[in-house]
């Protein structure tokens, strides 16, 4: 079955280090959305993708980066960790329709702690 | 700009009884609105969504949500409460329709109790 997968599920890292987040999906959807979840925030969009080479920003985007070198993974980077950026990590995707009316499925989840 | 407002932070009722989640959305073009489920540690699963079809939604888990321009809310609701349905809920509009981008605006999300 077709599935969106995140790596690592916990990761602990320290302040200043740079952190990779891993998404990958296996439906073949153009579409990739990394969220942020925080308490009293619900989900934020940190950055998104509608395809190969093609990245941009969301309303969260600041101490971010992201990379669509293929259809199936976007790997969010932390370019140098801080403790505001503890949070849990979700990563979506979903099809490209020409209503615009699609729907995103949801990875299971990164908790990151930075200490 | 679109925006969606969960009205109760916390939701409680008894195993058996009705549940009722409100959720109130503000767009200028017609919208697309889900309902996601997320159940302790676990990841967004799909309840149901609306996108311009008929009014009344069906879902998952015998939920079902009632889009109502006039007062612009898709209440989420339940005849019957289960244990198993003691989660995190959240509306989410998209403004997709508007500028096809897909990108979901989240309500803060109401925790559901259910009480033996």
């Known amino acids: 079955d077709a599935e969106i997968t995140q790596s690592p599920r916990h990761k602990i890292t320290e302040t200043g280090r740079q952190v990779t987040l891993a998404c990958h999906q296996t439906w073949n959807h153009n579409n990739m959305f990394w969220y942020r979840q925080d308490l009293g925030h619900g989900l934020r969009l940190i950055h998104y993708s509608y395809g190969v080479q093609d990245t941009n920003k969301g309303e969260v985007s600041d101490g971010y980066s992201v990379s669509r070198s293929n259809t199936e993974d976007l790997p969010l980077t932390l370019e140098s960790a801080a403790s505001s950026q503890t949070s849990v990590y979700f990563c979506a995707s979903s099809e490209s329709l020409a209503s615009g009316r699609e729907t995103q499925y949801f990875g299971p989840g990164t908790r990151l702690l930075v200490l | 700009a679109q925006s969606v407002t969960q009205l109760d932070s916390h939701v409680s009722v008894s195993e058996g009884t009705p549940v009722l989640l409100r959720c109130n959305y503000s767009?200028?073009?017609?919208?697309?609105l889900f309902w996601y489920v997320q159940h302790p540690n676990k990841g967004l699963q799909l309840l149901l969504k609306?996108?311009?079809?008929?009014?009344l939604v069906k879902g998952i888990n015998g939920f079902e949500a009632e889009f109502k321009k006039s007062e612009t809310s898709f209440h989420l609701t339940k005849p019957s409460a289960h244990m198993s349905d003691a989660a995190e809920y959240f509306c989410?509009?998209?403004?997709?329709?508007?500028?096809?981008?897909?990108?979901?605006?989240f309500g803060q999300g109401t925790t559901l109790q259910v009480k033996p």
């Open positions: 767009s200028s073009y017609s919208p697309s």
């Open positions: 989410v509009v998209s403004d997709s329709y508007r500028s096809n981008t897909g990108k979901l605006i």
């Open positions: 609306y996108t311009s079809a008929a009014t």
